[in-house]
């Protein structure tokens, strides 16, 4: 993997089954140079999709080997669940989230249209059959949408095409040695920190083939945690853009790079949230 990193191809590198390998790799390097230069612990983590097995691993609820098992597994398996051609992702600017159910429900014409990602206020992804991915990208715009667009994706991620996803995902984190994270995490699935390790399983092996509610776990740090701040441990700043749209007296950074995460620390010295 450290190979592929560095040397591509880039081809190899964008199938599924590394990509998302290397996402974690990325996320968890940049969780421990800010432990390692001293970064005080957050008082609550969450992760985008992928992003959520590197916040249990930075919370210590399973190990970095286990993890990434687990996530190459679970690339594998997506890319297995929908043949290449059948599945699309798009993103739907402009809209409220009601709006964009009932537009998935109004082009689904019996197949799979799901939103999946509550990614900000206005921005939400949909998952599905590549034709009915068609039908909404070419209707989006008279339906009000200010912009839509296809994803560079031919998985439907968190749409119920990734049931077969679940069940062995439930089946493979059963095998892994769980312990009560460190820090809570709040799952994609219901935008809460689960109770116990069951419940912890549950979400994880859910939360393949559920939408994403990341502006209702935006919005639980803020007013159940009061954070005061927050930081992205990834590569790019995906995360801190749609934290801006979501939580705007908050300030988000990324540390992706090492004058941010410098800076970040400063800041994390000063607000410890």
């Known amino acids: 993997l450290a190979g592929m990193l560095r040397n591509g191809p880039d081809a190899e590198l964008n199938q599924t089954a590394n990509t998302q390998p290397a996402m974690l790799v990325a996320d968890v390097a940049i969780w421990r140079a800010w432990q390692a230069a001293g970064g005080p612990d957050p008082v609550v ?29 679970r690339g594998q398996w997506m890319q297995e669940a929908v043949p290449a051609g059948q599945g699309a992702m798009a993103a739907v600017i402009g809209l409220e989230d009601a ?40 209707n989006a715009k008279a339906a009000g949408a200010r912009l839509v667009t296809r994803l560079p994706v031919s998985v439907p991620a968190h749409s119920r095409l990734m049931a077969p996803v679940s069940e062995s995902l439930a089946a493979a984190c059963a095998e892994v040695r769980w312990q009560p994270p460190r820090l809570p995490v709040l799952h994609n699935l219901d935008a809460r920190a689960a109770p116990d390790t069951r419940s912890l399983v549950h979400a994880l092996a859910q939360q393949v083939r559920a939408p994403v509610q990341w502006v209702a776990t935006l919005r639980r740090m803020a007013e159940e945690y009061a954070i005061e701040a927050g930081f992205e441990c990834g590569p790019g700043q995906v995360l801190v853009g749609l934290a801006k749209r979501t939580l705007k007296p908050v300030p988000f950074t990324s540390l992706a790079e090492p004058d941010k995460l410098e800076a970040a620390l400063q800041l994390g010295e000063k607000d410890h949230g």
Not at 56 to 63: D, I, K, N, S, T
């Open 45 to 73: 983590m969450a992760g985008h999709s992928l992003g959520e097995y590197a916040a249990l691993v930075a919370a210590e609820a399973m190990a970095f080997p286990a993890a990434l098992k687990l996530v190459r597994a």
């Open 99 to 138: 709006q964009v159910i009932a537009l998935c429900r109004e082009q689904a014409a019996g197949q799979v249209l799901e939103a999946v990602n509550f990614n900000a206020p206005g921005q939400v992804v949909v998952a599905g059959h590549a034709a009915a991915i068609d039908r909404l990208l070419a």
